[in-house]
C-alpha cells in the first residue's frame, strides 16, 4: 500500500521553519505512514534531520527559483515526488502561486490561516484587544488537521541527543554551568541593550559559568569576539559551526537565553529550556517556542504591548523603548532562579516545571 506523501511549504524566516520542524516531528511520530517532503531554504535542512521519511528539498528563491517561472519550475521539480496533499504553512505570494500550481493540477491542498485581523486586534494602538492569540504551531497542525490527519501536539520540550561539536568537547567537559545566548534579532525592537550583557557576564563569574553566544553575521560577531576577549567565560560561536553544529551544541547546554527570535525555536528543537527576553513582541501573538514556558518570559507589561507581531515597528512605554523596560537586574534574578532550581534538580533541562 503506497504511503501518503505530504509536501510541506515554508520558506522562511529561520525560527518559523524551526516551529515547523517540532510539528512535523509530532506528526512523524504519530502517522508513521507519512512520507514528508519539506520544501524550504537550504540553511534550514538540518532542522530537519532527526524527522524519518522526511524529503528535503531546497527552493533558491533568487536564482532558479524566482519569480512566477522559476516557481513553475520548482512545482515540476516537486511533481516527480508523486505527492498526494500540499500543505502551504507560508500563506505568503510566493507560497500561493506555487500551491495555486497544484491546485490546478488537481491535488488536495490546504492554506495556513494566519489570522492577520486577530494580530491587528492584538497591536494596534487603540481599542486593543490583549488576549493570547492560537500559537503558531497549532495553526501549522490545523493545516494538517484539515488534509485529514489527526494531529495532537503535546507542548512539551523533548531531549535529544546530539553529538558534541569537537570545537566544544573540552570546555563542554568543564564544571560550569553552560548557559547559550542569543542576544541578537533581525529588528533592532526585539534586541535587548547589548550593554546590559556585561552586566550579566560580570555577576555571573567564570569559576561557575561558560557562556555561549549564537547568531548573527559579521558585525554581531564581531560584537561577541569583544565580549569573548573581555571575559574568559564567553565563548563566540558566531559562523563557526553551522545550523547543524549549533543544534549540537545547544543540546548540550543547561539552558539558552534568547530574545523572540531563532534561538529560542532553536532551544525547543532540540528539547532545551529558554529564558526569552521580549520588548515590541508578545508572546500572545503565538510565536513561544515549542513546549517552553510563558513563565519563562521576562518582559514589563504595559498597555501599549504589543506593537509589532514581528518586532519591525516601535513599541514606546512610558517614554522609552519596550525591550529597555527589562532591566538587567530581573535578567539576573531569573537566571539565578533557574540554576537554583538546575541544582536542586527540581529544574526540567528539556520540559517545563
Known amino acids: 500500500m503506497k504511503k501518503a506523501r505530504v509536501l510541506v511549504i515554508r520558506f522562511s524566516a529561520m525560527g518559523d521553519v524551526a516551529m515547523v520542524a517540532s510539528v512535523l516531528q509530532e506528526l512523524s511520530a504519530q502517522h508513521k505512514q507519512i512520507e514528508l517532503v519539506m520544501v524550504s531554504r537550504p540553511q534550514f535542512a538540518a532542522f530537519f534531520e532527526s524527522i524519518p521519511n522526511l524529503t528535503f528539498h531546497p527552493i533558491f528563491p533568487d536564482e532558479q527559483h524566482k519569480g512566477p517561472k522559476g516557481l513553475w519550475r520548482l512545482f515540476n521539480e516537486l511533481k516527480k515526488y508523486d505527492i498526494d496533499y500540499v500543505a502551504d504553512l507560508h500563506n505568503n505570494i510566493r507560497s500561493r502561486i506555487l500551491t495555486l500550481f497544484f491546485k490546478t493540477a488537481g491535488y488536495r491542498f ?46 512539551q520540550l523533548q531531549k535529544e541527543a546530539r553529538p558534541i561539536p569537537d570545537a566544544y568537547r573540552a570546555i563542554l567537559s568543564s564544571k560550569t554551568f553552560k548557559i547559550g545566548i542569543a542576544s541578537f534579532a533581525q529588528h533592532p525592537y526585539k534586541v535587548w541593550k547589548l550593554r546590559y550583557w556585561d552586566i550579566i557576564f560580570k555577576t555571573f563569574p567564570a569559576s561557575e559559568y561558560t557562556f555561549f553566544i549564537f547568531g548573527g553575521g559579521k558585525q554581531e560577531s564581531e560584537t561577541a569576539t569583544t565580549w569573548s ?38 532551544a525547543s528543537l532540540v528539547g532545551i529550556r529558554c529564558l526569552s527576553i521580549w520588548g515590541a513582541t508578545h508572546p500572545y501573538a503565538g510565536f513561544l517556542g515549542y513546549g517552553q514556558s510563558m513563565e519563562d518570559c521576562i518582559q514589563v507589561e504595559h498597555p501599549n504591548r504589543p506593537s509589532s507581531i514581528y518586532g519591525n515597528k516601535s513599541c514606546i512605554c512610558n517614554g522609552v523603548e519596550a525591550i529597555d523596560l527589562v532591566t538587567p537586574e530581573m535578567v539576573v534574578e531569573r537566571i539565578q532562579k533557574e540554576i537554583l532550581s538546575i541544582s536542586k534538580g527540581i529544574g526540567q533541562p528539556g520540559g517545563q516545571d
Open 110 to 155: 490546504s492554506i495556513l490561516d494566519k489570522a492577520r485581523h486577530r494580530k491587528k486586534e492584538l497591536t494596534r494602538k487603540r481599542h486593543k484587544i490583549f488576549k493570547p492569540l492560537r500559537p503558531t504551531v497549532e495553526r501549522y497542525a490545523d493545516v494538517f488537521r484539515a488534509l485529514g490527519f489527526a494531529l495532537k501536539l503535546k507542548h
Open 229 to 266: 576577549e573581555q571575559y574568559p567565560h564567553v565563548c563566540n560561536t558566531i559562523g563557526q559551526l553551522g545550523v547543524k553544529g549549533e543544534l549540537d551544541l545547544i543540546s548540550h547546554l543547561d539552558f539558552m537565553i534568547s530574545m523572540d527570535s531563532s534561538g529560542m525555536h532553536m
